[in-house]
């Protein structure tokens, strides 16, 4: 297996949007759904074979987990030239790469919402509900009276959108022609005085 599915758009990072500190301990219940989701059982990968399929080495995200982030994408990006797999294995080494709390709040997100969906109206769990009916239950989320599950659905949102438009594949549908010294203009380097360092 390869670790991610690359792309020539270079390392993407994490939205900025969302901080170091975490996004999911700031609302008001985060605690709660994080003690949540450890109740939740992590599945077993028989049960969720999308990374093996996709031939994605996982950093940081379980097989369920990255399950859910491919579905979500999949999901919302209909139309978009980037396959649903090349995002998941994004968000997965990205989170790898930026770590906790970041990493622990996304996970906690992705578990909440494989097995949340009866809060939906949906007896499925998400990653077995087809992509119409998916982007609808994310839409309960997306307008939910508690903040928990419009942060939830902010970060998944901002994760996939990131790491979507992030790749040269939508470069077409944006009108980027890409960073100057790709086009030809030279960049050159300035030396920097940051003053005495101490």
């Known amino acids: ?29 985060g605690a709660t759904a994080a003690a949540l989701a450890s109740l939740v059982p992590a599945g077993c990968a028989a049960d969720y074979p999308q990374a093996g399929a996709d031939d994605v080495a996982l950093q940081a995200l379980t097989p369920k987990e990255y399950a859910v982030a491919r579905a979500a994408a999949e999901a919302l990006l209909v139309g978009v030239p980037v396959p649903a797999a090349r995002v998941a294995a994004a968000i997965d080494a990205n989170l790898a790469a930026v770590g906790d709390p970041i990493r622990a709040d996304m996970k906690t997100v992705l578990s909440l919402l494989e097995h949340l969906t009866l809060l939906g109206g949906r007896l499925r769990r998400f990653t077995a509900l087809d992509p119409e009916a998916r982007l609808a239950y994310l839409g309960t989320w997306a307008r939910s009276r508690f903040a928990l599950r419009r942060a939830a659905f902010q970060a998944v949102r901002a994760f996939v959108y990131f790491f979507t438009y992030s790749d040269d594949a939508t470069r077409p549908l944006t009108g980027f022609e890409g960073p100057w010294p790709e086009r030809g203009v030279p960049i050159p380097p300035y030396p920097v005085d940051f003053g005495e360092v101490r």
């Open 1 to 29: 297996m390869r670790p991610g599915l690359k792309s020539d758009a270079g390392p993407a990072q994490i939205p900025p949007t969302l901080d170091r500190r975490g996004f999911l301990r700031a609302t008001a219940g």
